[in-house]
Nanobody
Framework: QVHLVESGGGLVQPGGSLRLSCAAS????????MAWYRQAPGKQRELVAH?????????VDSVAGRFAISRDTTNYGDTVALQMNSLKPEDTAVYYC???????????????WGQGTLVAVSS
């Protein structure tokens, strides 16, 4: 199994920056993709950014050019980060880390979620 723990959320003024980090543990060798999702009050959870093992990334249109997802598997661990710049009030949400990984058996894959970290953008 894979376990995820996020950190780095907080309160920031419009136009500011935050960096979220997500530490993965467990069978991290089986991870083939990681992502950040967010859920604003009263709204459905949405995909924000996604990264595959070959480094391919994609972003929801509303954050493209402002957010950057990256993954580091070199320092005796496995972390995925989300650098958020030029933050707007509409970026306010709980942000969740996500990992898709392979498992033995007919199902083949499972998904892990972190507990979420709150990002609030307000003056």
């Amino acid at each position: 199994q894979v376990h995820l723990v996020e950190s780095g959320g907080g309160l920031v003024q419009p136009g500011g920056s935050l960096r979220l980090s997500c530490a993965a543990s467990g069978t991290t060798f089986s991870i083939f993709a990681m992502a950040w999702y967010r859920q604003a009050p009263g709204k459905q959870r949405e995909l924000v950014a996604h990264i595959t093992n070959d480094g391919s990334t994609n972003y929801v249109d509303s954050v493209a050019g402002r957010f950057a997802i990256s993954r580091d598997t070199t320092n005796y661990g496995d972390t995925v980060a989300l650098q958020m710049n030029s933050l707007k009030p509409e970026d306010t949400a709980v942000y969740y880390c996500n990992a898709d990984y392979g498992v033995p058996g007919p199902v083949g894959t499972e998904t892990a979620w972190g507990q979420g970290t709150l990002v609030a953008v307000s003056s």
